[in-house]
């Protein structure tokens, strides 16, 4: 008994000295470079805590993880059954969408096709067809050629096909403080709001949505903040 108590004391001991040795290290290193005037990059900054930024990384690799093998299940899928199947690519622009039916193809020619754009992301349709999604920086030619952003009956910032009096609502972004935009904002503005204006460029979109972001309500603001 007194030898393994022994033991664990040593055990300890050496556990409390090796901490010792670590921090003193670390201290030195940081001393020695302060007084060099070198600055902490951020990446020392974040290696100096450890235990939150690991466990942030951890979740990152998993989600990684996690897609990646989601995103082999459905081709897997393809691979139990030699079915020709409707391949579609949807283009996801900053502003609008365009589907584009590929062809029929069989599950090697789509698993070839995945492996060639690993940039897209595939799924399985409930139908049968299989789907690819594309993120492109830009305007799709719809929005490139009749986008507007305007504000409709309910009060939402939105994208319409057209100026809004048409009502041809694309998408809607987040819904408007209209009192607090009222008050704030000049009546030019406002009346452009209501008129539409009209997208010509990313920076443009980008610029819109940003300044009217400042006026979204509150609940509206907390899911643009969780999709950016």
Known sequence: MNIFHTKKQLRRRW???????????AFVLITLMAWSGMLLSEEMKTLMTEEPI?????????????????????????????????VHLNKIYTCG?????LGLMRPWEITE???SHAEWKGRLAPG???????????????????????????GNLSLFDGPPKKEKVIRTFFQLDV?????ALPSEVLNQLQAGIRIQDVEE??????TFSDYAMPESEQMLQQKQ
Do not use: P
């Open 97 to 101: 969408e365009e589907n584009v039916v």
């Open 54 to 86: 690991s466990m942030e990384t951890w979740g990152q690799l998993q989600e990684l993880r996690d897609d990646e093998e989601s995103s082999l299940a459905w081709l897997e899928q393809l691979r139990d059954t030699d079915q020709v199947r409707i």
């Open 113 to 115: 096709l995945a492996k």
């Open 179 to 183: 009192e607090t935009m009222e008050s």
């Open 205 to 210: 979109y980008n610029s819109v949505l940003s």
């Open 15 to 25: 556990r409390r000295w090796r901490r010792a040795v670590w921090t003193f290290g």
């Open 128 to 154: 049968g067809d299989v789907w690819f999604d594309e993120h492109v920086e830009g305007l799709s030619e719809l929005c490139g050629r009749e986008g507007y952003i305007g504000i409709d009956s309910n």
